[in-house]
């Protein structure tokens, strides 16, 4: 049986200008962290991200947060992309209170990982409709930071 390879995409730098609380409910307490932009950059492609999308956060009764998300990427030479992706973060109580504060926490005390898809007509990345891609995640102070990775 192959091992599964991996291979850097990019670096993925959000901003989120706010959250709305939907509140408690019969799955956890959700909220909706809304993207106002950001950045992506990796040696096959690069850009920023467009504002208008979304991070649907479910804290999930033993603890860990559940994203699923949906951004639009513009490359540097214009093209659209949409990318879609589930995560998991969990860790120690104290650690994820400190975040929830808005403090810097070492990446190393908690787990955070993504896995992902995704879309696009332009026919320079189409290569990208045919791609999972698995990450790893921080949660700085001034925004989610991610490093994707294709599978191979």
Same mark, same amino acid.
């Given at each position: 049986m192959?091992?599964i ?9 959000l901003?989120v200008?706010?959250m !709305?609380?939907?509140?408690a409910?019969? %799955? &956890?307490?959700?909220?909706? +962290? $809304?993207?106002? #932009? ?7 492609l690069?850009g920023?991200?467009?504002?208008g999308g979304a991070?649907w ?6 603890g ?6 949906r951004?639009a990427? !513009?490359t540097e030479?214009?093209?659209? %992309? &949409?990318l879609?992706?589930? +995560? $998991?973060r969990? #860790?120690?109580r ?5 975040m929830?504060?808005?403090e ?17 007509a ?6 990208l ?6 990450g790893?995640?921080e ?6 930071v ?7």
């Amino acid at each position: 049986m192959a091992d599964i390879r991996t291979r850097h995409l990019f670096t993925l730098r959000l901003r989120v200008s706010g959250m !709305q609380a939907i509140g408690a409910t019969p %799955i &956890g307490d959700r909220r909706i +962290g $809304l993207v106002e #932009g950001g950045t992506f950059e990796g040696e096959r492609l690069r850009g920023t991200v467009l504002p208008g999308g979304a991070d649907w956060i479910i804290a999930r009764p033993d603890g860990a947060m559940a994203l699923d998300v949906r951004l639009a990427l !513009q490359t540097e030479d214009g093209a659209l %992309i &949409g990318l879609t992706y589930r +995560g $998991l973060r969990h #860790g120690p109580r104290d650690v994820m209170d400190r975040m929830a504060r808005g403090e810097a926490v070492d990446p190393t005390q908690y787990y955070f990982r993504t896995v992902g898809g995704f879309e696009t007509a332009a026919p320079r990345y189409d290569w990208l409709n045919r791609v999972w891609a698995v990450g790893t995640g921080e949660r700085p102070p001034e925004g989610p930071v991610y490093e994707l990775f294709e599978v191979l």
